[in-house]
């Protein structure tokens, strides 16, 4: 079973439990490079419906920590909807309640097999899922979604310092690109040849057409 994270946005949710939110959002693509299109869990609620099966709601993936029921599960034109109901009778979700009135629980995450899948350029489509369970996590539940949050706050600094005309320096720029997963020596031949003179062209005043394409490259690598 794999398992994706998205944002919860909790709506309404109610003394005795109950809540509304999203387990899954159309059409973004994720740090995977994947994303889910529309139609893809009709097959799978269409089936549990008519198993008499449900869809589990689970704390954080765990089959030893069931918190509550999903009541009502739908696909709309934003993604798959769910209306869920915490039972308070259990201590993992009756915390689980006190956080979500907080707004200390920041996301919903889908566990499910993959049916059908395509290849849209760089991005993988996801097609047809098998549900099995929704879980409420803390969002994002998986450290990969957290380093590439952190990536991406690096490169816009990155992006902004280069429009402002105050580009970082080149042992920090070096950091960015190994964080990416380049390798050491060709990370500090990057920000140290490549680079460097981008920079220095820039501070110089000559024309810097070429570095300034190369480092536009890079950003959208």
Do not use: C
Not at 19 to 37: A, C, P, T, W
């Amino acid at each position: 079973m794999k398992t994706k994270d998205f944002s919860l946005q909790v709506k309404e949710l109610t003394e005795d439990g109950t809540f509304e939110g999203y387990g899954s959002i159309f059409g973004n693509v994720d740090s995977y490079g994947e994303k889910v299109v529309p139609g893809a869990f009709v097959e799978s609620l269409a089936k549990h419906k008519r198993e008499g099966s449900s869809v589990l709601m689970l704390w954080q993936h765990n089959p030893n920590e069931p918190i509550g029921v999903w009541e009502d599960l739908a696909e709309d034109a934003k993604g798959l909807w769910g209306k869920g109901h915490l039972i308070l009778e259990v201590q993992k979700a009756r915390e689980i309640h006190a956080l979500m009135k907080r707004k200390a629980i920041g996301g919903l995450s889908i566990g499910y097999r993959e049916s059908d899948t395509d290849q849209d350029g760089a991005v993988r489509v996801l097609k047809k899922l098998d549900l099995y369970e929704i879980s409420p996590v803390s969002f994002p539940a998986n450290r990969r979604a957290r380093i590439e949050a952190v990536k991406s706050e690096r490169m816009e600094e990155f992006a902004r310092r280069l429009r402002d005309g105050d580009p970082m320096p080149i042992k920090e720029f070096e950091d960015i690109l190994r964080e990416a997963g380049v390798p050491k020596s060709m990370a500090v031949a990057i920000a140290s040849h490549g680079y460097a003179k981008a920079i220095r062209s820039e501070s110089e005043g000559s024309k810097a057409n070429e570095q300034a394409a190369f480092l536009k490259a890079l950003l959208r690598s």
